[in-house]
């Protein structure tokens, strides 16, 4: 029977970013976690502390049950809007102009979100989608475009940059960019991380838009 963390060990978990897993806490405490499996520690500096599938699980759970922390989940929590928690942007936010510090918080969520492919793939890849992005399709493109140094649109509609909605189809997004070849350059950088692309055209409007779904294998 697996004894559930303590009460500081709980608060660093649910405290833990909620797409990439980062923690934070004393050296103490990571390195508790790690010995009990929800966490390690990243091999390249600076050498952070992220949950594993067995953290995620814990976090996701309102008590820990005995037996349960063994079982990686089919994903980590969502990531949420609220003030001081990562999410990326899909475009249309009335958001700064990107500074240090969010280009920091990008790669870092895009960092944590390869090692919880890796964790998550029975075979380690990293580059294919893994199940939390299958379930937050929004997101998981949103933060690859952010990555790669795409600019998201504004709240302005006139200003550019891209947008990423939500579609009826199952396990696909839309990308639209007002620049053509803005568009094609946001198919790539999907492509290179693990989606399928292809450009279409909407009937009523005539505006293209690429639709990007996570590939399977």
Known sequence: ??????AAQRRVIDAADPVS??????????????????AFRHPRPPHDHFLTPAGHRVRETPESLPGSLGTPPESP????ADAGVFAARIGGEDAPAPGPARLREVRGAWQGLLELRRMTHPDGAVDRPCGWERTHLVQAAALALETAG?????????????RVRATPQPEAVAVHEPGPDALR?????LEKAGW????YTEPRTGVRYVLASPRRV
């Open 77 to 80: 929590a969502p990531p949420a």
């Open 21 to 38: 897993g980062r923690l934070k806490g004393t050296e103490g405490q990571l390195a508790a976690l790690a010995r009990r499996g929800l």
């Open 185 to 189: 350059a946001c198919a790539a950088t």
């Open 150 to 162: 795409h600019r998201p649109a504004g709240a302005d509609a006139g200003d550019g940059g891209y």
């Open 1 to 6: 029977m697996t004894r559930p963390p303590t």
């Open 196 to 199: 399928q692309t292809g450009e």
